[in-house]
């Protein structure tokens, strides 16, 4: 078991180890103590039903909220040239969703904004939800609700990928065929969490969020497997890893 354990490990190590990561962290709200980044941003329009503790923040969207916001002084200003953004949020079931319900927006008005948004479908006889994206597309991905999900948004090389935790997903196209991405750059500015039933675009659910995640990369130097696998590690890789950890506790409870 003793030797098992070691090889895992060695093996995770393998895996894991890469020279330089081809991402940089950008910026990032952890919500551990307040709705400012690491880089000094801070959201706004922050509303009675709206806190934040343990790490994770709960939107509790109302009637008259647009959700939170980046003010025009704290902007991510990234434009559409190099950036990926994550966000692990969580929807409760308890609660409905309004037609086009949107989870989270780069930008503000701009032709060149991306939303990934819940796509509501009402026929006699059920109701149906799914993803989309602002420009209409539908995402070959289900909605998981009462689970911490992360979502990755990838602007690459006049591109948009997307992931839904560990999977990165098709796009569904107008003529019902898929591929991996939108053939557009997409901007990333301004960034919006959350819109409720008061408005067109609306949650009509208290939404919590783990943690966001900004990255910038260099196009030239990176290649797009090597992002993509920075952004979303493959479970194999990610299981080794936790046998590592695992059995390097299991040594030092033996000594």
């Not at 190590?13 to 910026?27: H, Q, R, Y």
């Not at 690491?38 to 706004?44: E, I, K, P, Q, T």
């Not at 994550?86 to 939303?115: H, K, R, Y």
Request: charged share 20%.
């Amino acid at each position: 078991m003793k030797k098992t354990l070691i090889a895992l490990m060695a093996l995770a190590g393998v895996l894991g180890a890469t020279e330089s990561s081809p991402i940089t962290l950008f910026d990032q709200w952890t919500f551990d103590s307040n709705l400012t980044s690491s880089g000094g941003r801070a959201f706004a329009n922050q509303g009675a039903t709206t806190s934040y503790a343990n790490g994770v923040l709960t939107l509790g969207l109302d009637e008259h909220s647009d959700g939170l916001h980046l003010d025009d002084n704290n902007n991510l200003n990234l434009g559409k040239k190099n950036w990926a953004l994550q966000i692990t949020m969580q929807l409760d079931s308890t609660d409905s969703i309004a037609n086009n319900g949107t989870l989270f927006c780069t930008a503000n008005g701009s032709a060149d904004e991306v939303s990934l948004q819940v796509n509501v479908n009402t026929t006699e006889n059920s109701t149906t939800e799914s993803f989309k994206f602002s420009n209409g597309d539908p995402i070959d991905s289900a909605i998981v609700k009462d689970t911490m999900v992360t979502y990755t948004l990838l602007n690459y090389n006049g591109k948009l990928y997307y992931a839904q935790d560990d999977t990165w997903c098709n796009v569904i196209l107008s003529d019902n065929t898929e591929r991996g991405y939108i053939d557009k750059a997409f901007e990333l500015n301004k960034l919006m969490i959350g819109f409720t039933k008061g408005g067109v675009n609306g949650l009509n659910s208290n939404v919590l969020v783990d943690d966001i995640r900004v990255y910038t990369f260099n196009h030239e130097a990176s290649k797009l497997s090597e992002v993509k696998a920075a952004l979303v590690p493959e479970p194999t890789t990610a299981t080794l890893s936790l046998l590592a950890l695992a059995g390097l506790a299991a040594r030092r409870r033996r000594r």
